[in-house]
């Protein structure tokens, strides 16, 4: 693993390590939110 | 770095291979645990296609990660530079006087080490290990942020000092553009 090498400051563990998993938790909300019922 | 007319400057993403590598393998992470999913609720006959596109996504952005880091990204492992310092910009202007203010300095603290053309074959760096870089190499290769930080700050573990408390903001700066201007010179 290179977690030692790259992070060197809270903005890159932010970058690094946060975007993915923002990226992931906003699209699991979507996934999984009920669409609008068929009228 | 002194621009001629028509030449470009070569585009460097500030982040690291390994920085966007990792980044890269986290959404393929997330698109794999996405198909799984989708995988589960349409075995279940829940619905299922936003969890497929979802997967699709992570897989697309990670492959676009992956295609920086291979590119554009800077390729060399080097001593970390945080983030912001990575993204700051020479507030120096573009100009001879600049180089020539810069190459004043270099003359006077880092040719010892670095040599004349920046080769590291300065008189004294064959006393050191690890001995100073082929600055015409590497400095093209990293973004103007680092090489102020490292100018900066020193670089730990090698004999590059840190020139914060000695020479000026504009002063390192004005170093940064004669670095590159010796990496720009045939």
């Not at chain 2, 621009?3 to 460097?12: D, K, L, S, T």
């Not at chain 2, 619905?47 to 880091?69: E, I, K, N, P, Y």
């Not at chain 2, 190499?137 to 004999?159: D, K, M, Q």
Request: net charge positive; with cysteine.
């Amino acid at each position: 693993m290179t977690f030692a090498h790259i992070m060197s400051g809270p903005l890159d563990v932010l970058i690094e390590l946060g975007l993915p998993l923002a990226v992931f938790a906003g699209l699991y909300w979507w996934s999984s939110r009920k669409g609008r019922p068929k009228p | 770095m002194v621009e001629q007319e028509g030449q470009a400057e070569a585009v460097i993403l500030p982040m690291t291979r390994d920085s966007a590598v990792q980044i890269a393998l986290l959404l393929l992470a997330g698109a794999l645990v996405f198909a799984g999913l989708s995988f589960f609720r349409w075995y279940r006959r829940r619905s299922w296609r936003r969890s497929a596109l979802s997967a699709g996504l992570m897989g697309a952005l990670s492959a676009v990660a992956f295609v920086l880091a291979f590119t554009v990204a800077v390729n060399v492992p080097t001593y970390p530079v945080p983030f912001t310092a990575r993204f700051a910009t020479n507030p120096t202007p573009n100009t001879l006087e600049t180089v020539a203010a810069g190459k004043a300095v270099y003359e006077r603290l880092c040719l010892v080490c670095h040599g004349a053309r920046g080769a590291g074959d300065g008189p004294a760096a064959f006393t050191m290990n690890p001995r100073p870089l082929d600055l015409r190499i590497h400095v093209p290769l990293h973004a103007e942020g680092e090489h102020f930080h490292w100018i900066s700050e020193g670089i730990p573990g090698t004999a590059m000092p840190g020139w914060r408390s000695t020479l000026s903001d504009t002063e390192r700066w004005q170093l940064v553009r004669y670095i590159q201007s010796l990496a720009a010179t045939p």
